[in-house]
């Protein structure tokens, strides 16, 4: 297998020292296995993306003495390399999981949503988002429409079994599906959700290793559900300790 690799910032300042880190990690596997790294500019929170942020992050990284086979700043397959460039491709595949069931809209407002995760703590239950409670009598959903409301769409979650998967760094690990919930796919104003673009692109684009932080184990989970919904091959992921100072903090 030809190794390739990616390094995916999202351009919302300046890079710090654990994605310098990642980037690295990244790089050495595949300059290793005569692969190619490949650069992904996950630039769809335009609320949060600064003027010139993404070319400091480029010239930070070439600073760093990364160099990379197709990015932002220079086409190749799999491309663009923008995901503010691949609109179509996600309406594609949210299609798709829409046609086959595993996913579906939903008119519950960020302040419903905040007060039932509220709720959940007080009971001394773990907030998860509840198919059930997302329901809403038809009448109630037109009268949201027609104030100009849009909708969120879900992931319909498997309820049953495990999301399993043998980690580059970790070895075997396993999250029961119960604890995978019906996260966020697209955001109401249409812009995809980070679990959702972030595995397709990985797919679309042939990378076939990630290596990032623990703190995406249970994403990877949540990833692989959407990777096996669509039928779509996965990469391999390695999920590496946070890079933390000597007062623990990251």
């Not at 630039?43 to 760093?64: K, S, Y």
């Not at 086959?100 to 039932?116: I, P, Q, V, W």
């Not at 104030?147 to 992931?155: H, V």
């Not at 396993?174 to 673009?197: K, M, N, Q, T, W």
Request: glycine share 10%.
């Amino acid at each position: 297998m030809s190794v390739v690799t990616r390094f995916a910032p999202s351009p919302t300042g300046r890079l710090h020292a654990g994605n310098l880190r990642t980037a690295l990690f990244n790089w050495c596997l595949a300059r290793a296995g005569g692969g190619r790294f490949l650069l992904r500019a996950e630039d769809t929170d335009v609320a949060r993306e600064g003027e010139g942020d993404l070319e400091r992050q480029l010239a930070d990284l070439a600073w760093f003495g990364l160099d990379w086979d197709a990015g932002p700043d220079r086409d190749g397959a799999g491309g663009p390399f923008r995901q503010s460039e691949r609109s179509e491709i996600y309406r594609e595949y949210l299609g798709r999981l829409a046609e086959t069931g595993y996913a579906y809209t939903c008119y519950r407002t960020d302040a419903e949503l905040r007060a039932r995760r509220d709720e959940l703590r007080r009971r001394g239950l773990p907030p998860r988002y509840d198919r059930e409670w997302a329901a809403l009598p038809q009448a109630e959903i037109l009268r949201r429409r027609e104030a100009g409301q849009m909708p969120a769409i879900r992931f319909a979650a498997p309820t049953s079994g495990e999301v399993a998967w043998h980690d580059l760094v970790r070895g075997p690990r396993a999250l029961p599906a119960s604890e995978i919930s019906d996260f966020v796919l697209a955001r109401s104003g249409g812009a995809p959700g980070f679990l959702f673009a972030n595995a397709l692109d990985d797919t679309l684009m042939g990378v076939t290793h990630v290596l990032r932080g623990e703190d995406h184990l249970v994403n990877t989970a949540r990833q692989l559900a959407i990777l096996q919904a669509l039928e779509l091959p996965a990469p391999r992921y390695g999920h590496m300790p946070l890079l933390a100072g000597p007062d623990g903090v990251k």
